[in-house]
Nanobody
Framework: QVHLVESGGGLVQPGGSLKLSCRVNGMILSVFWGNKFAWYRQAPGKQRELLASITGRSTDYTDFVAGRFTISSDNARKSVYLQMNGLKPEDTAVYYC?????????WGPGTQVTVSS
Protein backbone atom coordinates (compact mmCIF):
# COMPACT_ATOMS: atom_id res chain seq x y z
CA GLN A 1 0.00 0.00 0.00
CA VAL A 2 1.36 3.38 -1.00
CA HIS A 3 1.25 6.22 1.46
CA LEU A 4 2.86 9.64 1.76
CA VAL A 5 4.37 11.26 4.83
CA GLU A 6 5.39 14.92 4.94
CA SER A 7 7.92 16.42 7.33
CA GLY A 8 10.04 19.52 7.76
CA GLY A 9 7.45 22.09 8.71
CA GLY A 10 7.83 24.45 11.63
CA LEU A 11 8.00 28.05 12.77
CA VAL A 12 10.21 30.39 10.74
CA GLN A 13 10.70 34.14 10.65
CA PRO A 14 9.72 36.19 7.59
CA GLY A 15 12.44 35.95 4.98
CA GLY A 16 13.54 32.57 6.26
CA SER A 17 13.71 29.20 4.55
CA LEU A 18 12.38 25.70 5.09
CA LYS A 19 12.77 22.45 3.19
CA LEU A 20 9.79 20.11 3.27
CA SER A 21 10.13 16.41 2.60
CA CYS A 22 7.58 13.88 1.37
CA ARG A 23 8.51 10.26 1.86
CA VAL A 24 6.71 7.91 -0.53
CA ASN A 25 6.30 4.48 1.05
CA GLY A 26 5.27 1.33 -0.78
CA MET A 27 5.93 2.50 -4.37
CA ILE A 28 8.44 0.70 -6.57
CA LEU A 29 11.22 2.85 -8.04
CA SER A 30 10.16 2.58 -11.69
CA VAL A 31 6.68 3.82 -10.81
CA PHE A 32 8.05 6.56 -8.55
CA TRP A 33 10.21 7.95 -11.36
CA GLY A 34 7.33 8.19 -13.80
CA ASN A 35 4.66 9.39 -11.38
CA LYS A 36 3.60 12.99 -10.97
CA PHE A 37 3.97 14.39 -7.46
CA ALA A 38 2.68 17.74 -6.29
CA TRP A 39 2.85 20.04 -3.29
CA TYR A 40 -0.26 21.85 -2.15
CA ARG A 41 -1.06 24.05 0.82
CA GLN A 42 -4.17 25.05 2.69
CA ALA A 43 -4.40 28.09 4.92
CA PRO A 44 -7.16 28.46 7.52
CA GLY A 45 -10.44 29.38 5.88
CA LYS A 46 -9.01 29.00 2.36
CA GLN A 47 -9.14 26.37 -0.33
CA ARG A 48 -6.28 24.00 -0.91
CA GLU A 49 -3.99 25.39 -3.64
CA LEU A 50 -1.44 23.81 -5.92
CA LEU A 51 2.14 25.05 -5.54
CA ALA A 52 4.38 22.89 -7.70
CA SER A 53 4.60 19.50 -9.38
CA ILE A 54 7.32 17.18 -10.61
CA THR A 55 7.39 14.19 -12.97
CA GLY A 56 10.84 12.71 -13.39
CA ARG A 57 12.99 15.77 -14.06
CA SER A 58 10.14 17.93 -15.35
CA THR A 59 8.86 20.57 -12.97
CA ASP A 60 6.05 23.09 -12.99
CA TYR A 61 5.21 25.96 -10.64
CA THR A 62 2.25 28.12 -9.81
CA ASP A 63 3.08 31.74 -10.62
CA PHE A 64 2.98 33.02 -7.06
CA VAL A 65 5.74 30.64 -5.86
CA ALA A 66 7.96 30.60 -8.95
CA GLY A 67 11.40 31.88 -8.04
CA ARG A 68 10.89 31.31 -4.30
CA PHE A 69 10.02 27.59 -4.10
CA THR A 70 11.86 24.69 -5.73
CA ILE A 71 10.50 21.17 -6.08
CA SER A 72 12.86 18.22 -6.43
CA SER A 73 12.95 14.46 -5.93
CA ASP A 74 15.41 11.80 -4.85
CA ASN A 75 14.92 8.36 -6.36
CA ALA A 76 17.20 6.61 -3.87
CA ARG A 77 15.11 7.91 -1.00
CA LYS A 78 11.80 7.86 -2.93
CA SER A 79 11.21 11.32 -1.61
CA VAL A 80 9.95 14.61 -2.98
CA TYR A 81 11.09 17.93 -1.57
CA LEU A 82 9.95 21.53 -1.52
CA GLN A 83 12.63 24.11 -0.80
CA MET A 84 10.97 27.34 0.28
CA ASN A 85 12.94 30.59 0.43
CA GLY A 86 11.91 34.14 1.20
CA LEU A 87 8.99 32.98 3.28
CA LYS A 88 6.21 35.44 4.04
CA PRO A 89 3.48 35.43 6.70
CA GLU A 90 0.96 34.64 3.97
CA ASP A 91 2.81 31.36 3.33
CA THR A 92 1.49 30.11 6.67
CA ALA A 93 -0.51 26.96 5.96
CA VAL A 94 -0.57 23.21 6.17
CA TYR A 95 1.50 21.81 3.31
CA TYR A 96 0.54 18.55 1.63
CA CYS A 97 2.21 16.16 -0.76
CA UNK A 98 0.01 14.36 -3.29
CA UNK A 99 0.15 11.85 -6.10
CA UNK A 100 -2.22 9.73 -8.16
CA UNK A 101 -1.76 5.98 -7.92
CA UNK A 102 -3.98 3.11 -9.08
CA UNK A 103 -6.70 5.56 -9.98
CA UNK A 104 -6.75 7.22 -6.58
CA UNK A 105 -5.51 10.59 -5.37
CA UNK A 106 -3.25 10.02 -2.40
CA TRP A 107 -2.46 12.64 0.22
CA GLY A 108 -0.16 12.79 3.18
CA PRO A 109 -1.36 14.08 6.58
CA GLY A 110 0.36 17.42 5.98
CA THR A 111 2.98 19.45 7.79
CA GLN A 112 2.34 22.85 9.39
CA VAL A 113 4.39 25.85 8.26
CA THR A 114 4.08 29.03 10.29
CA VAL A 115 5.83 32.22 9.19
CA SER A 116 5.86 34.76 11.97
CA SER A 117 8.19 37.09 13.83
Amino acid sequence: QVHLVESGGGLVQPGGSLKLSCRVNGMILSVFWGNKFAWYRQAPGKQRELLASITGRSTDYTDFVAGRFTISSDNARKSVYLQMNGLKPEDTAVYYCSTRYSGQDLWGPGTQVTVSS
